[in-house]
């Protein structure tokens, strides 16, 4: 462009000249050419490169001031420029909503509840089983005979022993993308205590497993998005013997063992949405600080030395993970909940020989897993009727405290569009 290569007074100087002398200028090479050719050519170039830029540039009309008319042309320059980025965006944003089209339909497609199972490597303190399950990965089937009869199950996915905390994750981060682009998601590790459900949760420093995986990967989502804005919290709690405890508020110190006071309580809201009150939501700015509440969180668990198990969960561990999604120039606002959950492990009572609190603990466990196995069952089955009340009509019956564990895990599948349970086998 003309006038990036010179400089405005410049211009105003040559301008003035031609005004002045474009006559002469003009006839120069002519009359005189053998002293003024060399000076006289370039001289000219620039004169018409002058016009040119006047008659369709800036324009300096002598009546305006240069400033003025400068202005305008850069304003209009700049005015192109905004409407460009204006079509950019949206045309980013329809690319967006068609992605995330297809990744629901993609989603829709392998149901919205999908079983993975993992099978453990067999650790040092294991007895080898007499007949074990027979797992056939490439079908994601597993036979098992039990008192002679046979029975099949068929999953989405079967990770063998050998499998590692990435090929587990590489179909768990589809599910958390779709968290980030407006779904609720809900990932539950379900399985016998002792089976690996928390370190394919939590995994180890050496091997993350999903939850810190599914965190960095919700801010590397959210910051690829350069149209919407965020706002993501944090929060944990832990199910245990039907109470529930805030895992972030250190001062309310150990459960305890039969009380039925708790600070956390389920409510209905207004749009029937089911909140936890009370329940500490820290904003978080990056993953790091989402891992630092999660070990924070963690440390305050209830584990027990079991039979099966030397540091046996003995509740259920529950991380929601909010996120705001502020829609850029459409004023939309949306809020979804991402779900990591790490259950208490089911057991057989008899083959643990737990006994007085760990008895305790294993009943509110198992009582409570059955009822949530219900209630997936029936989504599962897309049955007209979900036994998410059947925790009200047990409560009746029985104490208070099972009654809240049913009902959170109930009304959690209540809200969640997305169920992924992980199981798990020893
Ligand atoms: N895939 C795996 N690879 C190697 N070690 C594993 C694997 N899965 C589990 N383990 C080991 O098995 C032991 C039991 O695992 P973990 O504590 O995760 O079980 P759990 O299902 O959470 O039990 P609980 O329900 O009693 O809490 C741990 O020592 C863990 O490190």
Redesign the pocket.
């Known amino acids: 462009m003309f006038l990036s290569h010179y400089e405005t007074t410049e211009v105003n100087q040559i301008h003035q000249f031609l005004l002045e002398h474009g006559e002469s200028v003009q006839s120069l090479p002519g009359s005189k050419s053998h002293d003024t050719f060399t000076w006289a050519e370039p001289l000219k170039a620039i004169g018409s490169d002058v016009s040119a830029q006047l008659s369709d540039g800036p324009g300096i009309n002598p009546n305006e001031t240069q400033g003025t008319k400068n202005r305008e042309y850069w304003q209009k320059v700049l005015q192109g420029l905004e409407d460009e980025l204006v079509a950019l965006k949206c045309h980013y944003e329809a690319v967006q909503a068609e992605r995330k089209d297809t990744l629901n339909k993609l989603l829709d497609l392998k149901e919205n509840i999908r079983i993975f199972c993992?099978m453990?490597?067999f650790?040092p303190n294991d007895r080898w089983p007499l007949l074990g399950p027979i797992l056939i990965p490439e079908t994601a089937t597993i036979h098992t005979l039990k008192c002679g009869q046979k029975r099949n199950f068929q999953l989405d996915k079967v990770f063998l022993?050998d499998?590692s905390?990435d090929e587990v994750f590489s179909e768990i981060g589809p599910l958390v993308r779709s968290a980030i682009e407006g779904q609720n998601v809900c990932i539950f590790?379900y399985?016998?205590?002792?089976?690996?459900?928390?370190?394919?949760?939590?995994g180890?420093k050496d091997?993350p497993g999903i939850v810190p995986r599914a965190l960095q990967q919700v801010f590397l989502e959210a910051s690829l998005d350069s149209v919407a804005v965020f706002s993501i919290t944090f929060s944990m709690l832990e199910i245990y013997r039907g109470q529930l405890r805030d895992l972030l508020v250190k001062s309310s110190g150990k459960m305890p063992q039969s009380g039925v006071n708790c600070t956390l309580s389920i409510q209905m809201g207004a749009s029937g949405s089911v909140e936890v009150e009370n329940l500490t939501q820290v904003r978080i700015e990056s993953p790091t600080e989402a891992l630092h509440l999660y070990e924070k969180g963690a440390s305050l668990r209830s584990?027990a030395w079991?039979n099966?198990?030397?540091?046996?969960?003995?509740s259920h561990c529950l991380l929601r993970i909010m996120i705001e999604k502020n829609h850029g120039q459409r004023g939309l606002k949306t809020m979804n909940k991402l779900w990591l959950i790490?259950?208490?492990?089911?057991?057989r009572l008899l083959k643990t020989k737990a006994q007085g609190q760990t008895l305790e603990e294993g009943k509110a466990i198992n009582m409570s897993l059955s009822a949530l196995g219900d209630v997936i069952s029936a989504l599962h089955r897309k049955k007209h009727h979900v036994p998410y009340r059947f925790s009200l009509s047990l409560s009746l019956s029985l104490s208070l405290s099972l009654s809240l564990s049913l009902s959170l895990s109930l009304s959690l599948s209540l809200s969640l569009l997305y169920i992924h349970i992980c199981m798990?086998m020893s």
């Open positions: 993992r453990r490597p650790l022993p499998s905390q590790a399985g016998q205590t002792g089976s690996g459900k928390t370190f394919t949760m939590e180890t091997h584990t079991t099966s198990n030397e540091t046996s969960s003995r790490d259950l208490g492990g089911s057991e798990y």
